[in-house]
């Protein structure tokens, strides 16, 4: 195992650095660190820092510890010290992945019953005979090490593991935080309609992708369990049924994956990702303009986050999304999307509105970088510029499109919301002085003290982003999301809290 000494100094989330400094010989490397319960394959969102000076460290500090080279970089079994849930769960290590303390691991000497003895391990008779070995939560090396092994029928049990690998690394795939996510799965089949199809349409595509992944998971468990239960003679002991809760991988669920997909289209506005390629688009380095045809990235690192439109162009997030819908289902289908996106959801939180496109915008207001900061366990990469309880000013930057003039332009654009502010506020005046009907008297009003509100807040907001811009900082994406994030706020209510 490895053990750093300092986490918050040697240790990242895979997303808060430049993916081309991460390998087997590169500054970071991929590490396993235990994580929800979990079979098969994932729970790998982080890495660790292994350039010579780190590893000197590790060899030289009293606190922490690094294996010998043998031992690096070797394909394995790993699982989470601690247990919780539905208990014990094994993962297939790669050659690319480190392991710490959190992560217990098995090497081979001899590969060759690598998969097998992954099989073995996640089976009820396996599970059953470490819970009288072991009744704690926590389970170490040497319970592994004890379960008595058996080894027949290994054709048949290899090629269910191969298959459940596979199954389980789809899902994990699936979600932005892995490292080889390539897509949201709800554009998957988009080309195969010809950009003319319905977000619902796409969403049931995927319900039935991963039900069937699931269906076919637990099945493959199931004779796992039947191989097992066989060969070890418990028959009479053990049954070979899983429950569903002790399957690992995902169903579809509307509401997260329709945000899902939002937090994708987000992404492709601030070009991490592009409808043109799969994966990674931009992380950092040198930006790539040829890689955005069918949508193009906003210039500006910059998206407002407004409960009304005042700008036609890019710093529009329903401008934007209107786009995005056009560009991958067609722009026959757009209104109906926006309607099925909306309705995904909580329409009782975000229907101040009676509109989609109202719901959608006070969901982005309100929960959406709530919602990216859990996702990205508190290690957000889209930041929120936030100037307080009126939300006179919210808008999102992309952590690694930043430079230093990033905030002098922000300041810039938050000017012309304001500008936008005033001339709604004045028209809103004279149709309250025009207006005759009560209850359009009472909306105007409300209006008009909302709208003093943002503006009074966005002048002292201005205030901050003034004295920050005029001295600008550099960021460092290796110093990771929370040093970076304090660094750029100098002291200063700038962003919304991690």
Sequence with gaps: ??????????????????????GKHKKWALHAKGGEYRRWYGNVDTVINISPKAINHYKSDHVARFPKDNVLFRKGITWSLISSGSGFAMRYLSDM??????????????????????????SVVARSILKILNPTINTNINNIINLPLRIENIDNVEKLVFQNISLSKSDWDAFETSWDFQRSPLLSHVTEHNHNWLL???????????????????????????????????????TPKEEDKDVSIRLADRERDIKDFLSYFIGCIFGRYSLDTD??????????????????????????????????????VIVRLREFLTKTFGADTVNDNLNFIAESLDANKYAKGTDSETIIRNYFINDFFKDHDKKYSKRPIYWE???????G?????????????????????????????NSRLS?????????????NKTIDRRIIANLKKQIDEIVKYDQILGSLSANPVDLD??????????????????????
């Design 1 to 22: 195992q490895i053990k750093t000494g300092n986490n918050d100094l040697y240790l990242r989330k895979i997303w808060e650095v430049n993916p081309k400094y991460i």
């Design 97 to 122: 992945t480190t392991f710490n303390l959190a992560a217990p691991s098995i090497l081979f000497h001899d590969e060759k019953y690598l998969i097998y003895i992954l099989g073995f391990l996640n």
């Design 200 to 238: 619902s349409e796409a969403f049931t595509t995927w319900q039935t992708e991963t039900q069937d992944r699931f269906n076919q998971l637990k099945s493959n468990e199931e004779e796992l369990n039947r191989i097992f239960i066989n060969l070890y003679g418990l028959q009479d002991e053990l």
């Design 279 to 316: 994966g990674l688009a931009y992380a950092g380095g040198n930006w790539d303009a040829d890689k955005y045809v069918s949508f193009k990235p906003n210039e500006n690192n910059l998206l407002m986050l407004t409960d009304t439109q005042y700008f036609d162009d890019e710093r529009d």
């Design 385 to 391: 510029f936030n100037s307080g309880h009126s939300k």
């Design 393 to 421: 000013f919210k808008a999102l930057m992309y952590l690694h499109r930043y430079d230093t003039g990033e905030l002098a332009m922000v300041r810039q654009n938050m000017h012309n919301l304001q500008a936008g502010m």
């Design 427 to 439: 028209v809103t005046q004279k149709l309250l002085d025009a207006e005759t009907v009560s209850k």
């Design 477 to 498: 994406l290796d110093d990771g999301v929370l040093v970076n994030h304090a660094k750029l706020q100098n002291g200063y209510k700038l962003l919304s809290k991690l």
